[in-house]
């Protein structure tokens, strides 16, 4: 089927349906089309509870639409694609952050969102890029276990004299920039403003002008009087940003800035989950409820 009828299907089933589309921003050009609402992991995580929506349709990976169900069990929460995963999320599990916990019985534990509910029901808060720093400051213990990228757990110890546990987690999308390449972005464009990721390495981090979520940079886009940008992300961004600004110049930090997980979400997939309510995410009652409150005092710290 062609693009144009595959995407009048999709608006039809979404009235039928009562549904919503709410997309990451590293989803395909055309994926984000079809989207009710774009935004970064901690505007998804927003949009989801203030949907009026009955059934919402995630173009993410699963983390995200697991936060979605998590957060508003009421609703029914599609991931059109089941195998859309996080490497990094996977990179920790609930047995082993026991272990941890065990080690470092007085720290509280930080979890980044991108963490399976399992994990977050056995951690105090969560977090996203947007708002680590505020809610590392914003808890009583002195000392953190901060799980799973060790690179926004590093750049969060540069902003707090607390103690931080990292752990070995990454990604591989922005743990891909390297110092080289910034060195020659750099020499060729020297008037580009770097905005970088938390989630790339620190030796990359120390080159940005500003180190932002994926929402965060597209704002200092718009708000920012430069006009040259070396972009610290998923290259999907780039690609965004020269549509929307064709008066200013973007250039990826790498070329290899790309996230297959988040390329799996295709229209056909929605059309499909829509067609066929698949496939709902489900989490089990006594996990959900606790990883909800870790969410919930995320949610409660980063109202505006
Ligand atoms: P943000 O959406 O918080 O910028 O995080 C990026 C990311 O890697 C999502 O998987
Ligand atoms: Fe996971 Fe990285 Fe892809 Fe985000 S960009 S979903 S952290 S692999």
Not at 234 to 253: D, H, Q, S, W
Request: net charge negative.
């Amino acid at each position: 089927m062609e693009n144009e009828l595959i995407i009048e299907e999709i608006k039809k089933l979404k009235v039928e349906r009562n549904a919503v589309i709410l997309s990451h921003f590293y989803t395909r050009g055309e994926v984000q089309e079809v989207a009710d609402f774009i935004g970064d992991s901690l505007s998804l995580c927003k949009a989801a509870v203030s949907s009026k929506a009955d059934v919402i349709v995630f173009a993410g990976v699963h983390f995200m639409a697991e936060s979605a169900a998590i957060i508003s069990p009421q609703k029914t929460v599609l991931l059109p694609v089941p195998d859309a995963g996080c490497p990094m999320a996977d990179m920790v599990t609930a047995e082993s952050l026991r272990a941890a916990k065990e080690k470092h019985p007085e720290a509280a534990v930080v979890c980044y969102v991108n963490s399976s509910a399992a994990v977050k029901a056995e951690s105090d808060i969560c977090c996203t890029s947007a708002n680590a720093i505020n809610v590392v400051n914003s808890i009583e213990e002195r000392e953190i276990i901060f799980i799973p990228d060790k690179n926004l757990g590093a750049f969060v110890s540069l902003h707090t004299d607390k103690k931080i546990h990292l752990w070995p987690g990454f990604c591989h999308v922005h743990d891909n920039i390297s110092e080289e390449n910034l060195e020659e972005l750099k020499k060729f464009h020297p008037d580009a403003e770097f905005l970088a990721h938390p989630e790339c390495r620190p030796e990359v981090l120390k080159f940005a002008d500003r180190v932002l979520s994926t929402s965060g940079i597209v704002n200092e886009v718009e708000s920012s009087g430069s006009t040259e940008f070396i972009i610290g992300t998923e290259r999907e961004i780039v690609r965004n940003l020269k549509r929307k600004y064709p008066g200013k110049k973007f250039y990826p930090a790498s070329e290899k800035t790309f996230c297959y997980n988040m390329k799996k979400i295709t229209l056909e997939a929605i059309l499909n989950s829509l067609q066929n309510m698949e496939y709902e995410i489900h989490v089990p009652e006594n996990i959900r409820v606790k990883a909800k409150r870790t969410l919930d005092r995320m949610l409660e710290i980063s109202r505006s």
